[in-house]
């Protein structure tokens, strides 16, 4: 079985600030980490995910997370925030042992709200 | 453009009667899925199917049908057996291997009155 973890349910920052969401997993096996992020009154879309190679992942609007094996973490950062950066932020992890997304386990949510 | 597209937006339903939530996808993904979204709960998983004329029973199946006669369509059945219906249905796709991105509908917000 597989579990994740988002600590934050609300994270206020003021714009142009730094944040970090966090995110723990936990797994058997190993996993397939994502961030997702849904705007309001909307789907999902993905953000970044890590599948292999490098640890550090990037977004193409700023956001980066670093899958850290021995901690279990996949925390998602951004040096300067902007208010358009407001959203609900999901992690989710999928064991690399399943032929499909059918495992895709979410987090319970991270809402991200900036400050002017 | 290419896409899913979940109707409708939002539907009110008299407790005791069955709502079919539609879904339907341009993108020429094998597996569709499902996601029945809570506050504060994250995303759960309904029900999945990975090809034409097959789906699984996810986490939280029970009051909802699903029927894939269509590659592109995937509908879901809120039946009068789901006690507790009032939530936010989102819809996905994705090519079907694990690791893939899984793309996400619009939503449907469906309220018991």
């Known amino acids: 079985a597989q579990s994740v973890t988002q600590l934050d349910s609300q994270v206020p920052v003021f714009e142009e600030a730094p944040v970090e969401l966090r995110c723990n997993y936990s797994s058997s096996v190993s996993v397939y980490l994502f961030w997702y992020v849904q705007y309001p009154n909307q789907g999902l879309q993905l953000l970044l995910k890590?599948?292999?190679?490098?640890?550090l992942v990037e977004s193409i609007n700023g956001f980066e997370a670093e899958f850290n094996k021995s901690q279990t973490s996949f925390h998602l950062r951004k040096p300067s925030v902007h208010i358009s950066d407001t959203a609900e932020y999901f992690c989710a992890v999928s064991s690399i042992s399943n032929f499909g997304n059918e495992k895709l386990t979410f987090g319970t949510g991270t809402r991200l709200t900036i400050i002017p | 453009d290419g896409g899913i597209t979940q109707s409708p937006k939002y539907l009110f339903r008299k407790e005791g009667q069955n709502v079919t939530l539609s879904c339907e996808q341009n993108l020429n993904h094998d597996a569709m899925y499902w996601y029945r979204q809570d506050p504060g709960q994250g995303l759960r998983l309904i029900y999945y199917s990975q090809i034409v004329n097959d789906f699984q029973k996810g986490d939280i199946a029970e009051g909802y049908s699903v029927s894939r006669e269509k590659k592109e369509s995937f509908p879901l059945t809120v039946t009068s057996a789901q006690k507790n219906p009032t939530a936010f249905y989102l819809c996905?796709?994705?090519?079907?291997?694990?690791?893939?991105?899984?793309?996400f509908g619009e939503g449907s917000w469906l309220t018991v009155v």
């Open positions: 996905a796709s994705s090519t079907g291997k694990a690791g893939n991105t899984i793309y």
């Open positions: 890590y599948l292999s190679g490098s640890t």
